[in-house]
């Protein structure tokens, strides 16, 4: 393989990530509803570029279960599977009462200005309705508490299940109320870390996690047509 290939696949593969990412942001925004066909060929003249790097966007898109893909057929936004967010959920809570404890005993007064940084950043984003920037301070606070257990390694595992929860949160983020109480939570988790209180840390994240019950319920009822189970 030449240079001139080399650059050449180095090229599609970029193109492939960047309308990876486009069409993850337009499916968790929920711009592309659950149910809404995509076709490889109109998605390759709205990028203008060919049909394989879109190709392999859907493969990545269908490996994380954001899409079925139909061979011969239109590629279709998976309806969202309140099994699939359960099961995401039971781990999410195992991994993350673990890294919990461990962060209680690890806290020093160090990480208090990350945290409270972090806070105000999720604050600001709830006064100003601004949900794009409040889950991307939602994804720092709960990686900031693996970095403070020295469990960073596991922020991966718990950002693969939270995709699963991604497209619900934007339903039930898209009020003020909603935001504020995830925000309310996130203080109270910080200050149970803060103080060492650690039954009360791991209860306080327990509740915050097993808030997702009224939401999936709540959802389910409002928009039937998202869901598929």
Same mark, same amino acid.
């Given at each position: 393989?030449?240079?001139?290939?080399?650059?050449?696949?180095?090229?599609?593969?970029?193109?492939?990530?960047?309308?990876?990412?486009?069409?993850? =942001?337009?499916?968790?925004?929920?711009?592309?509803?659950?149910?809404?066909?995509?076709?490889?060929? #109109?998605?390759?003249?709205?990028?203008?570029?060919?049909?394989?790097?879109?190709?392999?966007?859907?493969?990545?898109?269908?490996?994380?279960? !954001?899409?079925?893909?139909?061979?011969?057929?239109?590629? $279709?936004?998976?309806? $969202?599977?309140?099994? #699939? $967010?359960?099961?995401?959920?039971?781990?999410?809570? =195992?991994?993350?009462?673990?890294?919990?404890?461990?962060?209680?005993?690890?806290?020093?007064? =160090?990480?208090?200005?990350?945290?409270?940084?972090?806070?105000?950043?999720?604050?600001?984003?709830?006064?100003?309705?601004?949900?794009?920037?409040?889950?991307?301070?939602?994804?720092?606070?709960?990686?900031?508490?693996?970095?403070?257990?020295?469990? #960073?390694?596991?922020?991966?595992?718990?950002?693969?299940?939270?995709?699963?929860?991604?497209?619900?949160?934007?339903?039930?983020?898209?009020?003020?109320?909603?935001?504020?109480?995830?925000? *309310?939570?996130?203080?109270?988790?910080?200050?149970?870390?803060?103080?060492?209180?650690?039954?009360? !840390?791991?209860?306080?994240?327990?509740?915050?996690?097993?808030? !997702?019950?009224?939401?999936? *319920?709540?959802?389910?009822?409002?928009?039937?047509?998202?869901?598929?189970?």
């Amino acid at each position: 393989m030449n240079a001139e290939t080399l650059n050449i696949e180095s090229a599609r593969r970029t193109t492939a990530d960047d309308i990876f990412e486009r069409l993850r =942001a337009d499916i968790v925004s929920l711009q592309l509803p659950p149910g809404t066909k995509l076709s490889e060929a #109109e998605v390759a003249r709205k990028f203008d570029v060919s049909r394989q790097p879109v190709r392999e966007a859907f493969i990545r898109l269908g490996n994380m279960n !954001l899409v079925q893909i139909q061979p011969q057929r239109a590629t $279709i936004v998976r309806r $969202i599977s309140r099994s #699939e $967010i359960l099961e995401a959920r039971f781990i999410r809570t =195992a991994v993350e009462t673990e890294i919990v404890r461990r962060a209680c005993k690890a806290y020093t007064p =160090a990480q208090e200005k990350a945290f409270e940084s972090n806070l105000e950043q999720q604050q600001a984003a709830v006064l100003a309705m601004d949900l794009d920037r409040f889950n991307t301070a939602d994804y720092a606070f709960h990686r900031l508490i693996c970095v403070t257990a020295g469990c #960073e390694f596991a922020f991966k595992t718990i950002a693969e299940n939270k995709v699963y929860v991604d497209r619900l949160c934007m339903l039930s983020l898209s009020s003020k109320a909603g935001q504020q109480e995830v925000y *309310d939570d996130h203080v109270e988790i910080f200050e149970r870390l803060r103080a060492g209180d650690e039954e009360g !840390l791991v209860a306080a994240t327990r509740l915050h996690l097993s808030r !997702l019950n009224e939401t999936l *319920d709540q959802a389910q009822q409002q928009y039937p047509a998202y869901f598929e189970d």
